[in-house]
């Protein structure tokens, strides 16, 4: 099937079953530089001659992935994460996904537009899937708030990160919290929060060290969940003063889910993103005696250490209380994490996902039986496009969609570098991520992507890739997502708090009598 050329590029997956987010059907999918033109039974475009047909019968037809929640090459804690723009997105098709969102992350009292156009740089001459870029706000001024504006205006930003942790390097206050939400709602932008309390996280990593405990089992020890649930809160809390949209990136634990999961129920414009690794595996991996194996698994927020953690996240990514996944993909090598051997707080944070998210998902979520494929789909894909405003170009197979699809079968436990073998166990030996070491290990997973098609041309098949860095473009989203904004725009005209009418007052007030 391999390789496609010409300047008029044609496809026709035939015989699927097309699964978006409300509605599953068996049709034909016919694609047309790089657009979907038709869907439905019994397609025969003519001419025939260049057409490539693709059969996906007994499969799904299903929307390209979309990861919210990357960070590649990224300089961090001393390290650059291993993954760059090409073998992250590389390794990304490979396991279905068609567009990831990274971060444009400043340091503090630097340019956010320079960040910008800086990570820019590093990804348009490297992508081999459609990217877009969220921006961090990492400290607050009339600059920075004249840059937000420039950035959703000129640049196609619609979401700003706020850390609320990583103590003088990210972290911003409550005051600066409060301004950020404002900018943001005023422009049009979703908000999103790293949710963990940075002072608390501080104090006890100082606690630890000085208790002896220097190996990864710190990492957990000094910043435990209700670190995390208690920043969520507080995150939920001053949003909902300025009815502002709010996005917490990488849910880690019961109870941060918890809050966000009784944010929504009663009525707040709150969106919960667990990733692969908080849905896939537990913190128990901290204590394991390899201290390789455990600081593989340092990250931040941690993996919780309740190993009913993951089965939860995904009950609540099932059933609308968590939206939609990410990763956190910010991968380093067992000789970068060593930079800790001897100090947890040195080890830097990060871990693989952006191959396996896919399949993770479908084999926790889909095949445990928690969720159906129309909401596998919603919560890789569809909710994503929405909220980050790219729908329904991403994140739906329709006539006018990108034609960013994945054939997907549902049944196979195939390994990606041996088509049809009977069985798929991720392994670091396998995956095309560049870092030594998979947080996955061993899982065997049902359901795996056997055809990703970005922009009309098919990139990946059985194993093979054909796709050149570069090829992915930088997609621009505009502001106001209506899947977001529609509420709170209606918020913001009716339910405004209103002065009680009432005579003036005409007694006497103290301190005024002679």
Known sequence: MLPQTGARQRLLIKGGKVVNDDVSVVADVYVEDGVVQQVGPNINPEP???????????????????????????????????????TGTKAAIAGGTTMIIDFAIPQKGCSLIEAFDTWKSWADPKVCCDYSLHVAVTWWSNKVKQEMQSLVQNKGVNSFKMFMAYKDVYMVNDE??????????????????????GELIAQGAKKMLAMGITGPEGHELCRPEEVEAEATQRAVTIANALNCPLYVVHVMSKSAAKVISNARREGKVVYGEPIAASLGTDGTNYWNKDWAHAAAYVMGPPLRPDPSTPGFLMNLLANGDLSVTGTDNCTFDICQKALGKDDFTKIPNGVNGVEDRMSVIWEKGVHSGKMDENRFVAVTSTNAAKIFNLYPKKGRIAVGSDADIVVWDPEATSNFCVLFCKHRTISAKTHHQANDCNIFEGMVCHGVPVVTVSRGKVVYEGGVFNVTAGEGKYVSRPPFPPYVYQRVRQREQVCQPVPVKRAPYTGTVAGTQK
């Open 48 to 86: 025939s001659t260049g057409l490539v047909v693709l059969d996906a019968t007994n499969k799904l037809v299903i929307p390209g992935g979309i990861d919210t929640h990357t960070h590649m090459e990224f300089p961090f804690m001393g390290s650059r994460s291993k993954d760059d723009f090409y």
């Open 176 to 197: 600066e919290l409060y301004e950020a939400f404002s900018c943001c709602k005023e422009l049009g932008a979703v908000a999103q929060v790293h949710a963990e309390n």
